[in-house]
């Protein structure tokens, strides 16, 4: 059987972007370019120009033009993971900028989340992770000072908090919870966003032998940054 004239066309443009020939951003030709070249209806270049744009592989700027869509950046919701590293896996260059680094006292919130009886000293840290210059997530975090000591005079330029976190204190329970967001004013300024910007927060909290390390937030541009999991699980759907 024949292939459909629009998957004819849809083949081509995809194999073009998956073969590198038209890099993230490209622009893609337009469908008076692709009824020219295929010698098909015009209709025909558009749905095979909006297939592969409900696809991920095409973005359509109305009055512009149609581009290749860059691969959408994804964190595991489950796994404690190092963003460098998961930069580094996509062949990109890691980069932070420290914005605040200081020893603090739990408020009523805090003191709630660590589990503790009244307030106490925090060590507090907050750092922008970038992606090829590109800020990706901005991360908030507070510190039990018993169970890293020494945290607030590392150089989370070189190493990020969780790779010494990871590497200083064993984890045994993680918790997990993530809501959509506006940015305020400083974390639009922070993430170079507009407040109209949908953010992802993911809110953590780890502990170890009982007593919780520490508490987190990571913000993330919804246009740069996805989370996600995959685990195995029961014929009932329940996690192994």
């Known amino acids: 059987m024949s292939q459909p004239l629009y998957a004819r066309v849809k083949d081509h443009i995809r194999t073009n972007i998956m073969d590198g020939v038209w890099e993230a951003g490209e ?21 095979a120009l909006r297939e592969l744009t409900a696809d991920g592989y095409l973005k359509r700027v109305p009055g512009v033009g149609t581009f290749v869509r860059e691969a959408t950046r994804t964190s595991s919701l489950l796994e404690l993971r190092n963003i460098a590293d998961e930069i580094a896996a996509r062949g990109k260059k890691y980069s932070s900028r420290l914005i605040a680094r200081e020893k603090t006292t739990s408020s009523e919130t805090l003191t709630d989340e660590f589990e503790w009886k009244k307030p106490g000293t925090l060590y507090h840290l907050v750092l922008v992770h970038e992606e090829d210059g590109i800020p990706v997530q901005l991360e908030n975090r507070w510190v039990n000072p018993r169970k890293a000591a020494d945290f607030l005079i590392q150089n989370f330029i070189k190493q990020t908090p ?15 919870s993530v809501t959509a967001m506006l940015p305020n004013k400083r974390e639009q300024e922070l993430l170079d966003i507009a407040a109209t910007e949908p953010c992802i927060a993911l809110h953590r909290r780890s502990w170890s032998a009982g007593e919780v390390v520490t508490v987190a937030t990571f913000i993330y541009p919804a246009s740069r940054y996805a989370l996600q999991s995959r685990y195995r699980t029961t014929p009932q759907g329940k996690p192994l």
Do not use: C, Q, W
């Not at 622009?27 to 558009?46: C, D, H, I, W």
């Not at 969780?162 to 997990?176: F, Q, R, S, T």
């Open 27 to 47: 622009r893609v030709p337009s469908e008076n370019e692709l009824v020219e070249k295929f010698g098909v209806s015009r209709m025909t270049a558009n749905r």
């Open 162 to 176: 969780a790779a010494y976190l990871i590497n200083k204190v064993p984890v045994d329970e993680l918790e997990h």
